[in-house]
């Protein structure tokens, strides 16, 4: 219990990638006394570059521990212990948390998950949701328990989701309101004692992780379906077509040079009005990120002067 409203609230934070970074930068923008970090190991490459959970923990000078698995977290227990946190947080971990680990923190460990639960479940949650097409979603804080985003809700705040969203426009929103609320919850309580609500497990749905297969564009997807692809897989695994699939979109009549027809090429980010679907930023395999307009002038030759009278939703 702490003495006064005033007493900095001893926390551990757990997180791995990039939008774990998000929610601690927020929680040290608020002040939160953050005692230790638990991260794992983030293997994505992202068209970006940005500080780690690990060099944000250096450049804080906040004792941290680096884990694959369960095993490892229950390894440094004792550690974790030692440093006497009164609550846990969870943002974008990506390993199962044991019972004996999530435990540690007296007033409990609590868990931030884009989406409403318990709808979108699992690993996915922000892709999922612009996948589907939904125009309304939120985030929600959880205390955790043995289930995998089943634990009682403490929080919950909808939001829209725009047209143009992809997930890292929607992660960093959905973050921002999350910790938002953690925090105004953390600024009522002398005890870590919360209102709790209970899951309607029957309402329940699920995602999977995606992978670069996943995000290989299918041409003959509606074209809407194909945009929705480009903004849920930014910023990975990053939606991708061969040179010769994409270019083929635009003009059929063109010969795309033979050593480049099976080259990947990703497209970052895309228009899509009134039907039309046309790449902004893309990027060819083992290349650095470049204009549309400037891939046309540089691999294709004459395409930029006739792909647009093709007849074809695609510009």
């Known amino acids: 219990m702490l003495e006064n409203q005033n ?5 551990l934070f757990f997180g791995s990638d990039y939008y774990s970074t998000i929610a601690l930068s927020l929680l040290l923008e ?5 005692v230790g970090i638990v991260t794992g190991t983030s293997d ?21 521990l680096t884990v694959s698995n369960k095993r490892d977290l229950i390894e440094h227990e004792p550690t974790i212990s030692s440093w006497q946190a009164l609550v846990g947080f969870v943002a974008s971990f990506g390993t199962i948390i044991p ?6 923190p007296s007033w409990g460990t609590f868990n931030l998950h884009p989406s409403l639960l318990p709808s979108f479940r699992g690993p996915s949650p922000l892709e999922q949701t612009i996948l589907s097409g939904v125009e309304s979603s939120g985030v929600t804080v959880i205390k955790i328990n043995n289930g995998v985003d089943t634990g009682n809700i403490i929080s919950q705040k909808p939001l829209p989701v725009l047209p143009t969203d992809t997930t890292l426009s929607l992660a960093n929103r959905l973050y921002r ?26 309402k329940a749905t699920y995602t999977t992780r995606y992978h670069k297969e996943d995000a290989q564009i299918d041409w003959n997807l ?3 379906q194909i945009d929705r692809m480009i903004r849920a897989y930014y910023p990975k695994p990053l939606a991708w077509t061969t040179v010769s699939e994409l270019i083929l979109q635009y003009n059929p009549t063109v010969t795309v040079r033979e050593n480049w027809t099976q080259k990947r090429i990703q497209i970052l980010e895309a228009t899509y009005i009134s039907g039309t679907l046309k790449p902004k930023t893309v990027v060819i395999e083992g290349k650095t990120p470049i204009p549309w307009e400037a891939f046309l002038n540089g691999y294709v030759g004459t395409i930029h002067t006739r792909y647009a009278s093709h007849n074809s939703p695609m510009q």
């Open 44 to 64: 994505a490459s992202l068209p970006f570059s940005y500080q780690s959970v690990t060099d944000i923990a250096k450049k804080h000078h906040i004792p941290y």
């Open 177 to 202: 309101e999350g910790i938002d609320q953690f925090i105004s919850l953390l600024n009522t309580t002398f005890d870590g004692k919360f209102i709790e609500t209970e899951q309607d497990d029957t």
């Open 30 to 34: 608020n002040n939160m006394h953050i």
């Open 99 to 104: 019972q004996s680990t999530y435990c540690l």
């Open 222 to 224: 509606p074209v809407q």
């Open 7 to 11: 007493t900095p609230i001893p926390m």
